[in-house]
């Protein structure tokens, strides 16, 4: 499940937040802590995320250690589905 | 004329349970924090200064998260007579060797004495600081102590004169923290009558503000000019706002908020960003003035916020402008308290080529300028050609301004603050022009600097960061800002001439220079366009003609 779940983050990701539609994010590569994703653009994950798979991120929850990579957010998206 | 150090007495004597402030801070219950405890924290931190013998007339540099030990340490500074210098905390996505290296920018122009921050952090502090250094005392804000009645008589605050430099302001990068802008408690002080009067400001008034208290609009607007004139305070952090941008609307709902600063990107942003069960119950028919300040407003930001959030009750006619600087204190000018704010439709191609701002006719394109409404009381403003000379109405040069309000001087520096001035005026560094008799409307940047969502960014900070990757070559690489209408802001975009010619090659270059770049100041790069050599145009004496690449990167870009 969390297979499918990391090349589509993958590709909204690049092409819905960073506006690089040809991008490509590794699974383990960190987004938060290096700035690829913006604090600016840290809503957009959420409501993203939301609307995608119906699950709620919390604001306090938009942060490197809640999910940095794409296996971790695939992770708690996987576990609030369940 | 008073200090800020006599009205925060007066407050705390006559009318100790009044209202300074409402802090909302995540995780926490909303807080009530009177004038009497407002001093109190304030005076715990003034000890503190006192006993690490930080001398009145010093400079104090906080460098702490929104919240109560900021708030406490900024006013402690002031009481005890020292000058505190507020420097954004350390984001995520910052390497912590360029914070050290920004930090001891700021240390080796500004001199100051000490460094309030928190235990966890103090290690960071220490790394940044050279042997030799002027900071005697890296103070933890675990360490202050109890609050305190504070006593006056002992304070070194109520020796200061209204002449006597009260803060320091600097804006982001390299460059930014070697400019602190130097302002006096009567400069502050005029600015804040001047400001008040055109805002109509009242007692009842409520202001909510989610702005960095590191830059002017948050610092000004939304801190000192509500505790200094008793006007109840609603603040929130700018770390949560950006993740929660919905707790604005619900702040100013539930605090029955009149009035608040937005730079023009949160239009957008919360336009765009907050969901509507989160606006449930929302009543925004108190605001009476959100003022557009900052960076370049937009008639389409300000139409996207009023279509979003009318069925809460927001009034058309709150939406308000401002233009205003840390140089001139804050404001300028404000526009749209006396009515809608003016909007002025020029032909595209007379303002273009022209430099001319003329009424637009039917059938030719024409552009949509927001006015940023009349001119203070106290402040004069002009627009001259490059020559100096006073342009008529609607000529289109750079906006100078002579106040009763500007800064005292870019803090030990001289030079910089010589050059900042011609026979008395202020060189904004902004384009604009005059019209409807006096209504101010800027319209460009003559400046090198990029602004990304009220953010000052200075390019060389950028390309110096840039210049560090592999593969690319010192004064080989321009950086600038391109608007983004979809966002309502600048966003970053960097061109390097690079030898290789391998697709593969260029994109690893590119990939480094994202990072680098995002790691060494903290700004996000929109695009990153790497060219063959020979692609930067030059001015005649070497310098990289910021413009004019941009216009050629905007060309090509759109030839793709």
């Known amino acids: 499940m969390t297979e499918d779940i990391v090349p589509a983050l993958a590709q909204q990701i690049a092409a819905k937040i960073l506006k690089q539609p040809k991008r490509t994010l590794k699974p383990d590569e960190p987004l938060i802590s290096s700035g690829v994703i913006d604090s600016f653009s840290l809503v957009d994950v959420a409501l993203l995320v939301e609307d995608t798979y119906g699950v709620r991120i919390g604001d306090s929850e938009l942060n490197a250690e809640t999910f940095d990579t794409l296996n971790q957010l695939a992770e708690l998206i996987r576990a609030r589905q369940a | 004329m008073p200090t800020f150090s006599d009205l925060l007495k007066n407050f705390y004597e006559k009318e100790p349970e009044r209202v300074a402030l409402y802090v909302l801070l995540s995780g926490q219950p909303d807080r009530l924090v009177t004038y009497r405890q407002l001093l109190q924290g304030a005076a715990a931190y003034a000890r503190a200064f006192e006993q690490h013998g930080i001398q009145p007339g010093e400079v104090v540099v906080l460098i702490l998260q929104h919240g109560y030990d900021l708030i406490y340490a900024f006013f402690g500074a002031i009481l005890h007579g020292a000058i505190p210098s507020i420097m954004p905390f350390l984001t995520e996505k910052l390497l912590p060797e360029r914070y050290r290296a920004d930090l001891a920018a700021l240390v080796a122009i500004t001199q100051p004495s000490a460094i309030v921050t928190y235990p966890e952090f103090a290690s960071e502090v220490h790394a940044a600081l050279q042997p030799g250094s002027p900071v005697r005392a890296v103070i933890v804000s675990d360490n202050i102590g109890a609050p305190l009645d504070p006593d006056f008589a002992a304070l070194g605050g109520m020796r200061r004169s209204p002449q006597d430099i009260v803060l320091l302001q600097h804006s982001s990068g390299t460059t930014g923290l070697q400019k602190g802008v130097a302002l006096t408690h009567q400069a502050v002080f005029n600015q804040l009558e001047s400001y008040s009067q055109a805002l109509r400001l009242v007692p009842e008034d409520v202001i909510v503000s989610w702005l960095p208290l590191y830059h002017d609009m948050g610092l000004i607007a939304g801190f000192l000019m509500p505790i200094l004139w008793g006007v109840p305070l609603v603040l929130m952090s700018p770390f949560e706002w950006v993740r929660a941008p919905y707790k604005l609307m619900q702040a100013v709902s539930r605090y029955k908020g009149t009035l608040s600063w937005l730079p023009n990107f949160a239009y957008n942003f919360c336009a765009q960003k907050i969901r509507e069960r989160d606006l449930a ?280």
């Open chain 2, 281 to 560: 119950g929302v009543d925004l028919s108190s605001w009476r003035a959100i003022s557009n300040c900052s960076e370049p407003m937009r008639y389409a930001s300000h139409q996207a916020f009023l279509e979003r959030f009318r069925p809460y009750g927001l009034r058309p006619e709150a939406l308000a402008t401002c233009y205003a600087m840390a140089e001139n204190v804050f404001a300028v000018t404000q526009g749209g308290l006396d009515g809608p704010v003016t909007v002025d439709e020029i032909d595209r191609d007379a303002f273009q080529i022209e430099h001319l701002a003329r009424p637009a006719s039917p059938d030719r394109p024409s552009i949509k300028m927001l006015s940023a409404g009349q001119p203070v009381r106290g402040t004069q403003v002009k627009v001259v050609a490059d020559d100096g000379r006073l342009l008529p109405e609607r000529g289109v040069g750079e906006v100078a301004l002579r106040s009763n309000c500007m800064l005292a001087g870019y803090y030990h520096r001289p030079d910089a603050t010589e050059q900042a001035f011609r026979d008395g005026w202020y060189l904004t560094g902004d384009y604009g022009y005059m019209a409807h008799g006096g209504e101010v409307y800027v319209s460009g940047r003559k400046k090198d600097l990029i602004i990304v969502g009220g953010k000052n960014i200075y390019p060389q900070d950028l390309e110096t960061l840039a210049m560090e990757v592999e593969g690319v070559h010192p004064g080989r690489v321009v950086a600038f800002g391109v608007f983004n209408e979809e966002a309502g802001t600048e966003e970053v975009v960097i061109v390097a001439e690079v030898d290789t010619e391998a697709e593969e090659e260029r994109q690893q270059i590119a990939a480094s220079i994202r990072q680098t770049v995002t790691r060494g100041s903290a700004v996000a790069l929109r695009n990153v366009y790497i060219t063959g050599p020979h692609w930067i145009a030059k001015t005649s004496s070497g310098k990289t003609a910021r413009l004019a690449n941009k216009d050629k990167y905007l060309k090509e870009i759109a030839d793709l």
